[in-house]
């Protein structure tokens, strides 16, 4: 059972890597609007057929319209931030940006969800920004306007976890994925209409790839979920940046500098801490409200494929 699970969350990453190679490559010749339209639509029919074949209508039934809502814009600003940056820095910095988002995360739970978070947590998310910082350095490729504003969209990404968790008890993990789609599909179509360049062949296959890579992430993990521990699992994750660095090497032939690799190191290395110490809190506690591992599956409903 673990064994599987290991497998569904590195095909899932693997996945969200394929959504950020397809995205690139159509940034190229299409608008970045048009992208985020497509990308959602695509992703959106895939997630309700799959959700309506699995779970029946109860699967998407929502029960807090406004806090749908409110993760729909969310959405909007971390999927345009990242798709902005995308073309404009190499991947494996991108992807080691948006590692950042459990470090946010775990700053904003304090005051917005009103967790305790203590002395040995906080010092892991000032060394996961001393990472940031390493990343950021002046004279390095992602020191730009797009490098900061991807981090900004991590920023947002965290806040779309933060949101998922509060939610986590009366959503469904599929709804919590289906509604972040409305705004970023209305906002993308707007943005097009004056740019719309009807694509190919070609383009309309990596549009729909983008949408089919997102959704299968989303399946991928939160099946990775039901098989094994969150402690087991969100390890896994990290391998996105091999897959990055490689897609970028292959497709680009963009080579990872030492800063990018360090800064990467600290930030995971930070992010691993992080999940150890909430892993020892949470068996601590004689029972929480729900298993570690369900809270997490429901934060990365919201984090990803989804958010990017």
Known sequence: MIRRGIALM????????????????????????QLVF??????????LAFALRTGGPDAIRMQRPRWHLLRSLLMVGSMTAFFYALPRIPLADLLTLAFV?????????RPLLGEAVGPWRWAAVLAGFAGVLILLRPGTAVFQPAGFLALGGAGLYALLSLTARKLSGSESTTALSLYLFPAPMCVGLAGSVWQWQMPDLAGWSLFAACGLFGGLAFVLINAGFRHAPAAVLVPFEYTGLIWAAAAGYVFWGEIPSPNTWLGAAVIIASGLFILYRETVVQRAQP????PLQ???????????????
């Open 10 to 33: 590195c095909s899932g990453v693997l996945c969200m890597v394929g959504l950020d190679v397809s995205a690139r490559m159509l940034l190229a010749d299409y608008g970045l609007w």
């Open 294 to 308: 369900e809270a997490v599956a429901a934060s990365e409903a919201g984090e990803q494929p989804g958010s990017r």
């Open 287 to 290: 029972q929480a409200d729900f």
């Open 101 to 109: 988002a459990p470090l946010v995360v775990t700053a904003l739970s």
């Open 38 to 47: 497509l990308r959602c639509a695509f992703s959106a029919l895939f997630i």
